[in-house]
């Protein structure tokens, strides 16, 4: 009821509130005063006569007649102007999608926004700067590409980091047009070394189009190719000296050499490849002749005794090693005082410590055991003739003893069945 408020019945004009105008908080209402409308007078806002929840509530009732943009940017004062002054701005560009940076941020709003029009601003650089582009399009019309806002000369291009072609050495010092002759951007250029630089390739396309595989960005001369760690061949000794062009011959791209010694030296082969194509089996990398490391007791005939201490061109005649031969009797057949009637294996007695260190046991190494009279005869005695290879004679004793048969082979040849090794006169006894 109206009377629980205006108990004084004075009317609905009366002032029931008491408000005091000079000491008014007006952060109780939803317009907090704030910058300069703090000092503004209340009357500004207030009109006399009027209300004063009829005052006006948005920037452009109160300031259309200060609006140096006289209508033609709608919306909220406040989102550019700060209330202490006018020319005082507020707007954050980087809350656009175009953040000002460099010397961008000191630029007149106007010569962006002409004539108040800030929607749809172009923001490519060519359209701006078209007129001062040095380059004249033809690297299009995205400076941002390799200039900075900075300024003309500040570059923020980074070829290493923008490209798939890092400059390196002479490559930085080269100018842009050196190898972007043309439009650049419509234009994908080669990497490869050989689409810059054919007319400089003493090589003549023989090692392929990399240049880079061997040669530093820094100048021809500085070569980089590390043949050790980029191929199955390091190179040591004599080969570290040798030319490229001595193994690699033709097209190096389109060729797959052999790393086998003979692939290259087998016109240098004295041995007429019987020794295989592994020449470093035996021989250094310095030089043929130096260096030379052959164990001669990894092969089939191991050196032992007084054979280590015999000079090679003893028992080779020849570089063709194979040919030497490995019975004894072809080197010793002069030294054999046995004239071959022991066959030609004299290791199966001597060794090679000397002639007369030796050690045969004919009990156990043949069939027939020494005994009595037999013990301390002469080799010879029963080995009278030559043998060749391996040979075996008969245990008959007629073999020996047929001359000696005074019953002219009547008894048969075994002698033992009734004489014993001692001497002839020694019968056995009949039971």
């Known amino acids: 009821m109206c009377r629980s408020c205006h108990t004084e019945h004075v009317g609905r004009d009366a002032d029931v509130v008491g408000l005091n105008r000079e000491t008014f908080d007006h952060g ?60 005082e701005k507020s707007f954050d560009h980087a809350s656009t999608a175009y953040p000002l940076e460099g010397k961008h941020r000191d630029v007149a709003c106007s010569l962006c ?12 650089c060519g359209l701006c700067h078209g007129p001062a582009d040095v380059h004249r399009g033809r690297f299009g019309s995205s400076c941002e590409n390799c200039h900075s806002p900075l300024g003309w000369n500040e570059s923020g291009f980074d070829h290493g980091r923008d490209t798939q072609f890092l400059l390196e050495g002479s490559h930085r010092d080269a100018k842009c047009e050196s190898c972007h002759t043309g439009e650049f951007h419509q234009r994908e250029l080669p990497t490869d070394c050989n689409a810059c630089h054919r007319v400089d390739d003493v090589h003549r396309g023989n090692r392929g189009t990399d240049c880079g595989d061997c040669h530093s960005p820094r100048n021809w001369e500085t070569a980089t190719f590390d043949h050790d760690a980029n191929t199955k061949f390091p190179l040591r000794g004599a080969h570290g000296k040798a030319a490229c062009e001595v193994c690699h011959a033709g097209v ?5 050499l052999e790393t086998s010694c003979g692939s290259c030296h087998r016109v240098d082969d004295v041995h007429h490849g019987q020794q295989g194509d592994d020449c470093h089996r035996c021989h250094a990398e310095t030089r043929w002749h130096v260096g030379i490391s052959f164990d001669h007791d990894l092969s089939a005939f191991p050196l032992l005794g007084l054979h280590a201490a015999t000079a090679c061109d003893q028992c080779h005649m020849s570089p063709r090693f194979k040919d030497a031969e490995v019975k004894c009797v072809r ?5 054999d005082v046995h004239l071959g009637r022991l066959g030609p294996s004299c290791a199966r007695c001597h060794n090679p410590n000397g002639w007369k260190v030796w050690r045969f046991d004919h009990d156990t190494e043949t069939s027939f055991p020494l005994r009595e009279a037999h013990i301390g005869l002469d080799c010879h005695s029963c080995h009278r003739v030559p043998a060749e290879e391996d040979f075996k004679l008969s245990n008959d004793c007629s073999t020996c003893h047929m001359k000696d048969d005074k019953h002219l082979g009547a008894f048969g040849n075994d002698c033992g069945r009734c004489h014993t090794e001692n001497r002839w006169d020694d019968v056995r006894s009949s039971r």
Do not use: K, M, N
């Open 28 to 87: 109780l209402t939803d317009h907090v005063l704030r910058g300069a409308h703090r000092s503004v007078a209340c009357d500004s806002c207030h009109g006399l006569g009027a209300t004063y929840r009829e005052a006006p509530d948005t920037c452009v009732e109160c300031h259309r007649e200060d609006d140096p943009h006289e209508g033609r940017i709608e919306g909220d004062c406040a989102t550019c102007h700060v209330e202490r002054s006018w020319a």
């Open 331 to 335: 080197c010793h057949a002069e030294s």
């Open 113 to 124: 926004h002409p004539g108040d029009r800030y929607e749809d601003t172009v923001t490519g």
């Open 252 to 256: 190096l791209q389109s060729q797959q």
